[in-house]
Nanobody
Framework: VQLQASGGGLVQAGGSLRLSCAASGRTFSTYIMGWFRQAPGKEREFVAGITGSGDRLYYADSVQGRFTISRDNAKNTVSLQMNSLKLEDSAVYYC????????????????WGQGTLVTVSS
C-alpha cells in the first residue's frame, strides 16, 4: 500500500488542523492505520491508531481528548483532526499501515507516507 499525507501547515497555539492520508490499493480496509510524529532530535512517536473497520481507536495520552482519528474506507483515506494544538505538537506527522506487533510501536508499521509538517506557533 502506498500512502500520501497532507494537510500540515503553520497554526497558532489553540488552533486546529486536519491531516489526511490517501492510500492506494484495494486492501486498505484490512489495515490498522496509525499516525505518528517526529520532532527534531526526538524519536518517532505514536499519536493515534484506528482498526480497519474503525470500531476501535487508540490515542497517545498526550493527544487524548484533543485529536480524533477517523477513516473512510470507501475513499481509502485516514484523517487526524487536531484541536487545541500546543507548541509541543509541532512535528512531522506520518501516516502508516500496521503489519504486526505492538500498536504503539513504529516498528509494527510497514508502510509509511512521506510526512507532513505541522508547526504550532505561540
Amino acid at each position: 500500500v502506498q500512502l500520501q499525507a497532507s494537510g500540515g501547515g503553520l497554526v497558532q497555539a489553540g488552533g486546529s488542523l486536519r491531516l489526511s492520508c490517501a492510500a492506494s490499493g484495494r486492501t486498505f480496509s484490512t489495515y490498522i492505520m496509525g499516525w505518528f510524529r517526529q520532532a527534531p532530535g526526538k524519536e518517532r512517536e505514536f499519536v493515534a491508531g484506528i482498526t480497519g473497520s474503525g470500531d476501535r481507536l487508540y490515542y497517545a495520552d498526550s493527544v487524548q481528548g484533543r485529536f480524533t482519528i477517523s477513516r473512510d474506507n470507501a475513499k481509502n483515506t485516514v484523517s487526524l483532526q487536531m484541536n487545541s494544538l500546543k507548541l509541543e505538537d509541532s512535528a512531522v506527522y506520518y501516516c502508516a499501515a500496521y503489519l504486526g506487533g505492538g500498536y504503539y510501536s513504529a516498528a509494527a508499521y510497514g508502510y509509511w507516507g512521506q510526512g507532513t509538517l505541522v508547526t504550532v506557533s505561540s
